[in-house]
């Protein structure tokens, strides 16, 4: 079966580099432009891994990422931070909250790949 | 109407009352339970039956002479602010709960004056209830069909019953606490309520009198003019009658103070000091419009009925003259308010004051050692009860036997001569520190006798025997001594001349034994903390002197047997800690014994709290000397207090403008951070883009559809753009943010700028199908820096391009000279500026939420260069609310 990710991110340029990866990988690719559009999306399905931007207008990274912890239906869901913020607080205070990987902006589109597939295997 | 349809409605009445008092004591904090009105309402139970009725009657007879009841205490009120005021703060600070406790306190406690004070009360009110009474049963026999309502068999008596539930009523609401200082909100608002029913109805019947039975005021009075003897009723007459009105206006001045159930409503129910602003002004009023119709009402009757019938109940026989049964109704029903309200409360500051200065001090202290806390308490509040229905059914008995023949002005007037006796050690006690117990016992006991023989004497004499010997010719025949003419002063009214002997007699005792014997430490350590009560009030507890040896465990003993233990055990917690005396303390200090008498003395009476209290502990002797010192001390003590306390709060407010700098630094800090995580941000994204399509693009196996090369490619091309853009904008906010920009400043034309401006865009207007309008500019020469000014122009038109829809947007852009700034305007049709985004578009990097999904091209430094630039030139910039189908940007340029 395709395994599903799900890409939330409001930069369309960078969306795009992402989706066109992850649908070369044989991924079911969902994407969102902001954190509300993620939980939309989240209520009525289960990704097995989730891209997760932070610094984005009305629900942010850290809140959507809240939102699948307390959701029963999400408890195997992978959490990836893909973010511009890289100082060494920002990246506890993310693993602390719970996300499985904490990555930074800029990214070699490769590294994500192996370390989206390290983490589903 | 019929005797069952009045007691219905009578009973029906008061249940309301009930259930008034009852709502009041339920929602005791609430705000109308709790506002000036009502306490001025309630101050109102100064106007009884005699008031309501008795007015009328005097005015039918004597003319005006019913006012100088009204005037005294209007002349009292401007004192209010002052002499209230004491009293009040004097009274909440010892827990007074009485009149006979406040004055007994003053002279040290005294328990003979306590209990004195309580009979002179007593004497003087029960006739005065008992009149009120009175009022009821006539009234009720007027309104009722049957005219033998008055009946002598107690039990077929309507007027009994009412009593009874008068009682009832006083009981219930009057003895909800032990501690009798505790205010009586359900009493005090269903007066107030009372206070309105009786104003409006007798406000009622005087209109309906003067202007539906007659035409009006000069009618009446033009018909009552040409009766004989009118010219009597209107004029005060001669030198004598004048010192009439002299006396009468001072009597009632005393009254508004000292009548037991004014010191109650006005003192001891108060809850608010500054109630009494408004009470000042609104109490005088509200006598003034009952007093309107009085004489109009009067005279009405008089023409009517001429002197056929009491003239004290025109009010109702004018009504049931002319068949309108139902207003006579509404009258009796607020004569019935006023006789309820002044019969409960009256009772209730009787019966505390027997209870607490004359039984409890005189006998049930030795009980009360011995007893169960529990039990006392209940002991208090049933003697209080069992005070209650005594009063009321002793006023009842002395209706029954004697007030029957007797006017209801006449016993008012009684009443309130004898209540006067209490001014000399009342007033002059607030004020002269000299004033001693051995002198205001004697003064009160000197002129209640004088009162009893020119007055009450000769009075209850001819009331009943209708013998005139002893007015006529004196005590054995002495001419000197006629009771109304004593030393043949024989010019005066009865009450007036009373009056003026007693108060002479008992001013004069007072001054003279005053000065002549000191009272004890005690009383003087009291008399100086009423006389100078501003300056020891904020001595507390310590402004009582006491030397001695007393025990803490001792005095808790006593506070158990009327507190129980809990609530001792708080209140001394309470004491400790305030002091900050450790809870271990064995001996008791002055503080410690005057703190337990003020918890005491709300329950059973001032006096009988500083037995127990001396019960307890070994008293010795101080000396004057030694009292006046120790009060110096303590004053000294807060004085040195209050520069310590000065010394701190200036510390303090040290420290808290330290922390206040310090915060300041950290936010700047923090704010500098953000600025710089958010740039990293804002540069990072477009390079991310780019490094991403850059890698796919590179790793190409030549799989990638050939669209998607070219969206990559673009992307990336307008990532760069962007990133540029970026580079620009944030070197030119630093740079003007540094002020390290120099403006280029030159004459220029605002009209061509703005037309420049709109070129450099024109295009991508025209791409995107938007209209730029600008017909209306101005064309004004004067000096700015034009590219940094068409920079903002620029940037305010990109923004309206951006966020308005393609091919139905559109532009406007307007220019006004406005006396010596110029004003550009640019206004859009677009998405417009949500409210809660109009404090933060001009900060850096603010990027409006209420965008389009897809992020619109912008660093979000555009509007913070914009504000930059102006205000390098001194201008604004803002954008106007309003605009509801869009946004309206304005700037403002001044002239150099």
């Avoid at chain 2, 309104?143 to 006083?170: G, H, K, P, Q, R």
């Avoid at chain 2, 091209?857 to 913070?864: C, P, Q, R, V």
Wanted: proline letters at 3%; one cysteine or more; glycine letters at 6%.
């Amino acid at each position: 079966m395709k395994k599903k990710i799900l890409i939330v991110d409001d930069e369309p340029n960078i969306v795009m580099t992402l989706e066109y990866t992850f649908k070369k990988q044989d991924f079911e690719v969902f994407i969102a432009r902001d954190g509300s559009e993620a939980l939309h999306i989240l209520e009525s399905n289960c990704p097995d891994i989730v891209l997760l931007d932070i610094m984005m207008p009305d629900v942010d990274g850290y809140q959507t990422l809240k939102y699948i912890k307390n959701k029963e239906s999400l408890k195997d869901t992978k959490v990836v931070f893909l973010t511009a913020k890289n100082k060494a607080s920002d990246i506890e205070k993310g693993l602390k909250l719970g996300a499985d990987k904490y990555l930074t902006k800029p990214f070699s589109v490769k590294k994500i790949v192996s370390e989206v597939l390290e983490l589903l295997n | 109407m019929s005797n069952y349809a009045l007691i219905s409605i009578i009973i029906c009445y008061l249940a309301i009352l009930f259930y008034i008092a009852f709502l009041a004591e339920k929602n005791s904090k609430s705000k109308w339970v709790n506002n000036p009105l009502i306490y001025t309402l309630s101050l109102a139970v100064y106007c009884s039956a005699w008031t309501y009725y008795g007015s009328v009657g005097i005015a039918a007879n004597s003319g005006i002479s019913f006012l100088p009841i009204y005037l005294g205490p209007v002349m009292a009120v401007p004192l209010w602010i002052v002499v209230l005021r004491k009293i009040m703060r004097i009274s909440k600070q010892h827990k007074i709960s009485s009149l006979a406790d406040f004055i007994s306190l003053r002279y040290g406690n005294n328990r003979f004056l306590g209990a004195l004070i309580t009979v002179v009360c007593v004497f003087g009110i029960l006739p005065y209830i008992s009149l009120q009474l009175k009022a009821i049963s006539e009234t009720f026999e007027i309104m009722a069909d049957e005219a033998s309502y008055v009946s002598t068999n107690i039990f077929d008596d309507s007027t009994f019953y009412i009593a009874v539930l008068l009682a009832v009523f006083a009981a219930f609401f009057g003895t909800q606490a032990t501690d009798a200082s505790e205010k009586h909100r359900g009493i005090v608002v269903s007066v107030a309520f009372e206070s309105i029913l009786k104003l409006v109805f007798f406000l009622i019947i005087g209109v309906y009198v003067t202007y539906f039975l007659f035409d009006g005021t000069s009618d009446i009075y033009n018909k009552i003019s040409i009766t004989p003897n009118f010219e009597s009723l209107t004029k005060i007459s001669g030198l004598e009658a004048g010192f009439d009105w002299f006396f009468m206006m001072m009597i009632s001045f005393i009254a508004i103070f000292l009548l037991p159930r004014q010191f109650q409503v006005s003192v001891l129910e108060n809850n608010r000091e500054k109630h009494l602003k408004q009470a000042i002004w609104l109490f005088p009023l509200y006598l003034l419009l009952f007093n309107i119709f009085v004489i109009f009402i009067a005279w009405g009757g008089k023409l009517t009925f001429g002197n056929t019938v009491n003239a004290e109940y025109f009010t109702l026989l004018l009504p049931l003259q002319n068949d309108h049964v139902f207003l006579a109704l509404l009258v009796f029903l607020g004569g019935f308010s006023a006789v309820i309200s002044m019969v409960v409360v009256s009772t209730l500051a009787l019966s505390t004051m027997v209870s607490n200065n004359l039984v409890i001090p005189y006998g049930f202290l030795d009980k009360f050692i011995k007893g169960h806390p529990d039990k006392n308490s209940n002991y208090i509040k049933t003697i209080r009860r069992i005070s209650i229905f005594c009063i009321i059914i002793t006023a009842y008995v002395f209706y029954i036997n004697f007030s029957i023949e007797l006017s209801l002005y006449s016993i008012g007037l009684i009443s309130f001569v004898i209540i006067s006796q209490l001014a000399p050690s009342f007033f002059i006690g607030l004020f002269w520190n000299r004033g001693s117990s051995k002198a205001a016992i004697i003064g009160i006991i000197i002129g209640f006798l004088i009162t009893l023989y020119t007055l009450v004497l000769p009075f209850t004499i001819e009331a009943f025997t209708g013998i005139h010997d002893f007015t006529n010719h004196g005590l054995f025949n002495i001419s000197a001594l006629k009771p109304y003419a004593l030393f043949g002063i024989d010019f005066l009214s009865p009450p007036a001349h009373a009056f003026f002997w007693s108060m002479s007699a008992n001013v004069l005792c007072y001054l003279v034994f005053s000065l002549t014997s000191k009272g004890n430490y005690r009383e003087r350590n009291y008399a100086e903390m009423f006389v100078d009560s501003s300056n020891y009030s904020s001595l507390q507890d310590s402004a009582l002197v006491w030397k001695g040896e007393a025990y803490v465990s001792d005095i808790k003993n006593v506070l158990n047997k009327f507190l129980g233990e809990d609530r001792t055990q708080r209140a001394l917690n309470l004491f400790f800690m305030k002091y900050k005396i450790p809870t271990n303390t064995q001996m008791a200090d002055a503080r410690l014994i005057n703190f337990s008498e003020k918890l005491l003395t709300g329950s059973i009476g001032s006096a009988s709290a500083k037995i127990l209290i001396a019960s307890a502990v070994k008293e010795e002797q101080v000396s004057l000397v030694e009292v006046l010192k120790i009060l110096e001390e303590s004053k000294e003590t807060l004085a040195n207090n209050k520069v310590l306390r000065e010394k701190s709060e200036e510390l303090s407010m040290l420290a808290l403008k330290l922390k206040q700098a310090n915060e300041e630094l950290i936010s700047k800090d923090k704010q500098k951070d953000e600025f710089l995580d958010t740039v990293a941000h804002e540069l990072k994204t477009p390079v991310t883009g780019i490094r991403a399509a850059t890698e796919l693009l590179m790793d190409d196996d030549d799989e990638m559809p050939a669209e998607i090369k070219t969206q990559f490619l673009n992307n990336m091309l307008n990532d760069s753009d962007r990133l540029s853009r970026l580079i620009n904008n944030i070197l030119d906010f630093e740079k003007l943010s540094r002020g390290r920009n120099q403006l280029n400043i030159k004459q220029n034309g605002i009209r061509s700028s703005i037309k420049k401006a709109i070129i450099g865009v024109q295009q991508l207007a025209v791409n995107k199908g938007v209209t730029i309008i600008n017909d209306n500019l101005v064309d004004f020469k004067f000096s700015y820096d034009e590219d940094r000014i068409l920079q903002v122009l620029t940037n305010l038109i990109s923004n309206a391009l951006k966020f308005t829809e393609p091919n139905k947007g559109k532009i406007i852009i307007e220019c006004k000279l406005i006396n010596n700034y110029v004003e550009v305007y640019v206004i859009d049709n677009g998405k417009g500026i949500p409210d809660e985004d109009f404090d933060f578009i001009f900060d850096k990097f603010y990027q409006s939420k209420n965008q389009n999904t897809v992020k619109p091209e912008g660093s979000g430094l555009g509007l913070a260069i914009c504000k930059q630039i102006l205000e390098q030139h001194n201008g604004k910039i803002w954008a106007k609310k309003g605009n509801k189908n869009g946004a309206t940007f304005v700037f403002m340029l001044p002239f150099k």
